[in-house]
């Protein structure tokens, strides 16, 4: 049995671009992407915090240190400039491959700079 994983997230990136006339993707910042474990191309999930629209669509690679999140496409629809988003990728293991299994978590300032990183998300308080 396999189960599908949280391989990586970038939490709380803030949305520089929202291009609707160009091939669908996300543009990425190329230090956040290499950071999280993100390849080009890959699927990735979107989460927007500011109004609660999902969509999956794929990673692009922007210039290093640019801070771009471009959301692309028809994805562009689902979101606005400054805009908080989550995106995440997802990866299938199994059980033995679980035991030694951390997710990379990578945060950013309103910039889209890293702040900081982590390996396990903090306990809900209730």
Known sequence: M???????KIHRATVTHAELNYEGSIAIDGILLDAAGIREYEQIHAWDISNGERFVTYALRAEEGSGII???GSAARRVSTGDLIIIAAFVGLSEAELAKYQPDLVYVDSNNIITHT????PKQAA
Do not use: D, R, W
Request: glycine content about 0%.
């Open 2 to 8: 396999h189960l599908n994983m949280l391989k990586c």
């Open 118 to 121: 982590n390996h396990a998300i």
């Open 70 to 72: 471009s959301v692309n």
